[in-house]
């Protein structure tokens, strides 16, 4: 509603012509004064702020990415109209200007998404802005997950791919990351599991939607183990000094010894043996499930020591 007033003083105080808005506190209102066809002043006429007595335009922007990942050297520059006028720039919130130079540049940015604003501050009026956004990024640095080979069980592969936080950098956190097309993003930290021997793109993203350089990277086939030969000595009585030593292979893994389904050991070798049968199993360190073990049962004879003889 408009208030009509007669022309005296104290109207004339009331109605300073002063704007009250202030773009840099961001209120969307402004309190003017105008005169009417008789000559009147009308006060506190209320301007809407989607009324924009002279609108502003974002012409152009220039950026200039980090030369690193981690590197705080970006820049962004923007201009926009009406050139001559002072207009209020801001690059997510932090002011520049007024200016009446039209252009402005923001130097010292990293890796990341800004919002740029552009205010009409003479005369000042919120109404009249423009907005946009830029990204500035680099390629996330993403370092080697830990891989787990496949077993030699189809239904039941094992391979796995973890890729950890310490792993990623550069970006914004938290992460997320996926190994293909037909895999969803999970939490940095989390891991894909029960996965086929094969080739996947491990694809980071970051907290503003920045991705990441596609990584290939490889969940290898294991070999079923194979027990070459085993040698063996006979314990002698009563003593338990018999012996069993294995000789296995294979191609893709790192391989440990078990006796009797006891703890696994990288020595081939068990010593201190009595008389008996064992089952001795040779397992791949990279393949907890087992599923290319290779297995022999192997006995060892008793031999009595002969006395020593008085004969010369």
């Known amino acids: 509603m408009m208030i009509v007033g007669n022309m005296q003083a104290s109207d004339s105080?009331?109605?300073?012509?002063?704007?009250?808005?202030?773009?840099?506190?961001?209120?969307?209102w402004s309190s003017t004064e105008k005169l009417d066809t008789s000559g009147?002043?009308?006060?506190?006429?209320?301007?809407?702020?989607?009324?924009?007595?002279?609108?502003?335009?974002?012409?152009?922007?220039?950026?200039?990415?980090?030369?690193?990942?981690?590197a705080m050297d970006g820049e962004i520059t923007f201009s926009a109209t009406p050139v001559g006028k002072l207009i209020a720039y801001f690059l997510n919130g932090d002011g520049m200007g007024p200016t009446d130079e039209g252009t402005v540049t923001y130097e010292n940015l990293g890796v990341g998404v800004y919002t740029l604003r552009a205010v009409l501050a003479?005369?000042?009026?919120?109404?009249?802005?423009?907005?946009?956004?830029?990204?500035?990024?680099t390629d996330i640095v993403v370092g080697d997950p830990f891989i787990r080979p496949a077993g030699c069980n189809?239904?039941?592969?094992?391979?796995?791919?973890?890729?950890?936080?310490?792993?990623?950098?550069?970006?914004?956190?938290?992460?997320?990351?996926?190994?293909?097309?037909?895999?969803?993003?999970?939490?940095?930290?989390?891991?894909?599991?029960?996965?086929?021997?094969?080739?996947?793109?491990?694809?980071?993203?970051?907290?503003?939607?920045?991705?990441?350089?596609?990584?290939?990277?490889?969940?290898?086939?294991?070999?079923?183990?194979?027990?070459?030969?085993?040698?063996?000595?006979?314990a002698h009585c009563p003593r338990n000094d018999g012996s069993i030593?294995?000789?296995?292979?294979?191609a893709t893994g790192t391989l440990q010894y078990s006796r009797d389904h006891g703890r696994f050991q990288d020595d081939p070798c068990f010593c201190d043996l009595a008389p008996g049968t064992y089952k001795v199993t040779v397992n791949q360190k990279?393949?907890?499930?087992?599923?290319?073990?290779?297995?022999?049962?192997?006995?060892?004879?008793?031999?009595?020591?002969?006395?020593?003889?008085?004969?010369?």
């Open 40 to 70: 009147r002043i009308v006060k506190n006429s209320i301007i809407p702020a989607e009324v924009c007595t002279e609108p502003v335009v974002i012409t152009s922007v220039i950026t200039k990415n980090p030369t690193s990942p981690c």
């Open 13 to 28: 105080l009331l109605t300073s012509g002063k704007k009250l808005l202030s773009s840099m506190l961001g209120i969307l």
């Open 286 to 312: 990279e393949d907890p499930s087992g599923s290319c073990n290779a297995c022999a049962i192997v006995k060892v004879e008793a031999k009595k020591r002969k006395r020593p003889s008085n004969d010369c």
């Open 245 to 250: 030593c294995v000789k296995a292979k294979s």
């Open 154 to 234: 189809r239904c039941n592969p094992v391979g796995l791919i973890r890729l950890d936080e310490n792993q990623v950098t550069c970006g914004q956190p938290p992460y997320q990351y996926t190994i293909g097309e037909c895999f969803e993003f999970i939490p940095v930290g989390e891991a894909f599991r029960n996965l086929k021997a094969g080739i996947y793109e491990l694809i980071v993203i970051d907290s503003q939607g920045t991705l990441s350089e596609p990584k290939l990277v490889e969940v290898a086939q294991l070999e079923k183990v194979k027990i070459c030969k085993v040698c063996t000595t006979p």
């Open 122 to 137: 003479e005369p000042v009026d919120p109404a009249c802005f423009d907005e946009t956004e830029r990204t500035l990024t």
